[in-house]
Nanobody, 118 residues
Framework: QVQLVESGGGLVQVGGSLRLSCAAS????????MGWFRQAPGKEREPVAA????????KYADSVKGRFTISRDNAKSTIYLQMNSLEPEDTGVYLC???????????WGQGTQVTVSS
């Protein structure tokens, strides 16, 4: 019932761009911190970006800062991750998650695969 559904992943060449979307449903996520995570094969899941409820405050992993942009549209219950200048190291499953206020990530999507080919 409560779910986050990612979309927009795919295969892209080095230097290309992708825009990921995460649609939320089942409850209101408008007051939640939302985040994007990624996990490459054999590696730990790592945070990529986060955004507060208003979209004013954003955080990025050092590895993506300047290349990725997180945004949200609360009216559409959707968050986005614009990824530019993609590198092979960006390859992985990208998941979105929400933090309601408990300082833990409460809900997770299933993920969407991003593959950057060299």
């Amino acid at each position: 019932q409560v779910q986050l559904v990612e979309s927009g992943g795919g295969l892209v060449q080095v230097g290309g761009s992708l825009r990921l979307s995460c649609a939320a449903s089942g409850r209101s996520f408008s007051n939640d911190v939302m985040g994007w995570f990624r996990q490459a094969p054999g590696k730990e899941r790592e945070p990529v970006a986060a955004i507060n409820w208003s979209g004013v405050n954003k955080k990025y992993a050092d590895s993506v800062k300047g290349r990725f942009t997180i945004s949200r549209d609360n009216a559409k219950s959707t968050i986005y991750l614009q990824m530019n200048s993609l590198e092979p190291e960006d390859t992985g499953v990208y998941l979105c998650a929400s933090m309601s206020g408990s300082d833990t990530w409460d809900y997770w999507g299933q993920g969407t695969q991003v593959t950057v080919s060299s």
